[in-house]
Nanobody, 125 residues
Framework: EVQLVESGGALVQAGGSLRLSCRAS????????IGWFRQAPGKAREEVSC????????EYKDSVKGRFTISRDNAKNTVYLQMNSLKPEDTAVYRC??????????????????WGQGTQVTVSS
């Protein structure tokens, strides 16, 4: 079956960097889109970035543009989220999700098919 496993979350000081990984298994790393989401306690879940298959198109939430970079390594079946210049407001549980049988990023969270368990990112001030 399809599985997504996130890793890389940690406690980091404001201004620091982390790289999150989303390793996928159970499907061929083709015809898919993978999104990164985050949710802080008491806050709504929000999509921070997405990468799609054919042309590697990427999308970013406005608040992370210029600080976060999403990338993929198809040979390793892994998508990364490089996070620089971290701020306390970036603190959240970060999860990755995949939509299969697509080459475009979904327009709705509901379109994703499988989700990872999440990794905690905590940015201290």
């Amino acid at each position: 079956e399809v599985q997504l496993v996130e890793s890389g979350g940690a406690l980091v000081q404001a201004g620091g960097s982390l790289r999150l990984s989303c390793r996928a298994s159970g499907f061929i790393f083709d015809n898919y889109a993978i999104g990164w989401f985050r949710q802080a306690p008491g806050k709504a879940r929000e999509e921070v970035s997405c990468i799609s298959d054919s042309d590697g198109s990427t999308e970013y939430k406005d608040s992370v543009k210029g600080r976060f970079t999403i990338s993929r390594d198809n040979a390793k079946n892994t998508v990364y989220l490089q996070m620089n210049s971290l701020k306390p407001e970036d603190t959240a549980v970060y999860r990755c999700a995949v939509e299969l049988w697509t080459k475009e990023c979904p327009t709705s969270e509901n379109e994703y098919d499988y989700w990872g368990q999440g990794t905690q990112v905590t940015v201290s001030s």
